[in-house]
């Protein structure tokens, strides 16, 4: 058949179906993934680190604003923790994917993550923070979108999707700045 030999033109299939069947332990990881599994596993781990930092910093944002009495804004940052808190099980079930451990350890969490976790101020300081945070994630997720690239294009396009929901956030709150401002 025009397929198969086709087939067989590129891919080796017997020696495909040999290396299947060892190391079955490692699931989805198959003996050519060509990055560092361990470095992979690790960049993931810190984009966790950083997604649970959101989620902790909306929440504590979405209570405060809930007391300044602006519901718009808290409905805003709860809308954002959840999105958050999506993107926190993404990567953690792609970490055990790959054959790592998701690292939820509260005691490193705040010096793996990228972004801060800041301080409770007004209305319009707790929105920049939150804008500035999720700049940075921004800016990250484009340039792990970069690292894990043509290689693995699984958790690229995870990250690709992640990065969007960022944008998102940013220009909500880009819009939110310039509404309260102006109150
Ligand atoms: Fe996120
Ligand atoms: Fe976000």
Known sequence: MKTNQSTESLINISEVRKNAMQS????????DYPLNLKEACLLLNNALASEILCVLRYRHHQIAAKGIDFPQVAAEFKEHALSEEMHVMMIAERINQLGGDADFNPVSIA???ATEYGQVGDLLSMIKDDLIAERVAIDVYRKLVQWFGAGDPTTRRMLEGILEDEEKHANELCDLLT????H
């Open 179 to 182: 509404k309260v401002s102006r």
């Open 24 to 31: 079955l332990a490692q699931g989805a990881v198959t003996d």
């Open 111 to 113: 010096q793996r993550s």
